[in-house]
């Protein structure tokens, strides 16, 4: 079963806008971690915020935000003000605690390219 | 520069051949990850160790075998490769803790011909 469904391949924004790239999930674990990470064209990995299944609050990073449903298992990332340098893959991904004696995996959505427009 | 290195960052070669990658962080940090991302830039985790322990061996072929000498270094030998094989390879780290947020390698493009 898909444990993070990305559903968007593409999305473009507009300069100085703000964009919602979407992220469901499912998982039974009570404790989970998500996570958003970027990957431009020049291809390494970028940690871009995180949100632990018992945070109280959205995370927010600079112009990145995490919008955390826990009903609806979603966790969007909102950016806000985009950037010319914003143009890249992002990804969802989830850790799930407990895995292999405690010790976690990642495991990663399909990724969603977002260009951004001057 | 406190990071996550990988060795080499591009590597052509013949099928059938043995190769290997390299992987260091100077992180400090206990686990560390290998991880496959295929031409649809689909990322999937393949070995973890922590503290040179195997923990995580998702099913990888067997001619995929990873090395850990220490805690700060985790290398990936690969036998006989195929054509399938091509790919980039991301090694990965993260400290023991709740968030266990994971620190990315730039990355190894493999191209099996």
């Known amino acids: 079963a898909q444990k993070i469904t990305q559903t968007q391949p593409g999305m473009f924004v507009q300069e100085k806008e703000a964009v919602t790239l979407d992220c469901t999930y499912d998982?039974?674990?009570?404790?989970?971690?998500l996570f958003w990470y970027k990957q431009p064209s020049s291809g390494e990995m970028i940690f871009l915020i995180y949100?632990?299944?018992?945070?109280?609050q959205n995370a927010t990073e600079g112009r990145y935000s995490l919008n955390f449903q826990k009903a609806r298992k979603s966790a969007n990332l909102v950016i806000s003000a985009s950037q010319l340098g914003d143009s890249a893959m992002y990804f969802c991904?989830?850790?799930?605690?407990?895995?292999?004696?405690?010790?976690?995996?990642?495991?990663f959505g399909a990724g969603t390219r977002l260009a951004v427009h001057p | 520069d406190t990071a996550v290195s990988q060795t080499p960052k591009y590597l052509v070669t013949q099928m059938g051949n043995d190769k290997s990658i390299k992987c260091e962080q100077n992180?400090?940090?206990?686990?560390m990850y290998w991880y496959k991302q295929d031409s649809k830039k689909f990322l999937k985790i393949m070995f973890s160790?922590?503290?040179?322990?195997?923990?995580i061996n998702e099913t990888v072929p067997n001619r995929f075998s990873p090395k850990s000498p220490d805690k700060a270094h985790l290398n990936l030998h690969i036998n006989s490769l195929e054509l399938g094989d091509s790919a980039v390879y991301f090694c990965?780290?993260?400290?023991?803790?709740?968030?266990?947020?994971?620190?990315f390698g730039p990355g190894t493009r493999l191209t099996v011909l």
């Open positions: 990965a780290s993260s400290p023991t803790s709740t968030r266990n947020e994971q620190f």
């Open positions: 998982t039974s674990d009570p404790s989970y971690g």
């Open positions: 949100q632990g299944s018992y945070d109280q």
């Open positions: 991904a989830m850790r799930e605690a407990g895995f292999s004696g405690g010790y976690n995996k990642l495991i």
């Open positions: 992180l400090g940090h206990d686990t």
């Open positions: 160790y922590n503290n040179k322990e195997l923990i």
